[in-house]
């Protein structure tokens, strides 16, 4: 049966009467909140804000403010649409491996709340939809570096991880290419050309930032997960090796080779304050990177992995802020 409207109320406006009628109120059922549930893991929208970062960071520290913040913005949306397609497609070739890990078993695909169908329709779709947005509004370069961002991820790294524990250098590579979108988008091989080559500096920066940084964080991840990835049949370092001494080791080369990597990120700027963040981001993440690599047990690699993101997200704002070109 259909519930009565609303009753129009009339309400005395300066001798006039004015009639108000009152809004409604939208409560989400059950199952709204379930599939908006299944969404946010389907695309992993932490993920894709990172990737968003990367390339805002990148186009501001090749170029500054943007010429075109319209197009900026709409290759923004292409990019999140292709990072999301990537998840999907990811989640589409790891269902069975989902499913025998505590952490991933609920996801839609592992659960069979979706269809294999319905995910890669949904995966094509935003791919497709992704790469033209980034084509019409930054051209087709950016757009062919999101193609391969997705790709390599899809593609080379997801299969890796059940076959060589190198997927975590392969993957880091997927990781770096968000700068190349945003340098691209920013005109970074004309400026180039031209004899501006501070944008390719901070933007080549920026990349072995992002390629250092993924080392620790993903061990971090790799060791608190071990016996569930193990179980998955997933060949990650922590499982190859359980005393966590090669997964310390590779973290702690890649986060000693971070620091000057970092630095030099505020050298196009001039950015004393650059400098100075960059510095302490670096430093803090080496120390915590040191305290896992001697103590390799779940709370150093919890605080790894929180050190990790706290580091990502000071580096980024300190370029956004301070990094831009003198």
Known sequence: MT???????????????????????????????AVFADLAKLVRPRIVVMVLATVVAAAWLTAGRPADPAALAWLLVGTALVAASSSVANQILERDT?????????RP??????????????????????????????????????????????????????IT???????????????????LAADGPARLSAGDARGALAAAALATVLYLWQFPHFM????????????????MLTVVDPSGLRAAGQSLTAALALVPAALVLAVPSGSVRMFLSAAVAAVVYLLATVRFAVRRDDAAARFLLLSSLGALLGLLSAAVVFGGPA
Do not use: F
Not at 145 to 158: D, H, S
Not at 226 to 232: H, K, P, T, V
């Open 165 to 183: 524990p190198l997927n975590t250098a392969v993957g880091a590579v997927a990781g770096v290419l968000p700068v190349a979108i945003g340098w």
């Open 98 to 106: 989902d499913r025998l890990m505590r952490r991933t078993a609920g």
């Open 109 to 162: 695909l592992a659960a069979g709340r979706l269809t294999v169908s319905a995910a890669w329709l949904l995966a094509v779709v935003a791919l497709v939809a992704g790469t033209a947005v980034c084509w019409l509004a930054s051209g087709w370069q950016p757009a062919a570096a999101a193609l391969a961002t997705w790709l390599l991820y899809v593609v080379a790294y997801t299969p890796l991880k059940r």
């Open 3 to 33: 519930p009565p409207l609303p009753v129009a109320e009339l309400v005395p406006v300066r001798g006039s009467t004015a009639v108000v009628v009152p809004v409604p109120s939208v409560t989400l059922r059950h199952d709204d909140v």
């Open 220 to 235: 971090a991840i790799a060791w608190l997960y071990r016996q569930q990835y193990a179980a998955a049949g997933a060949r």
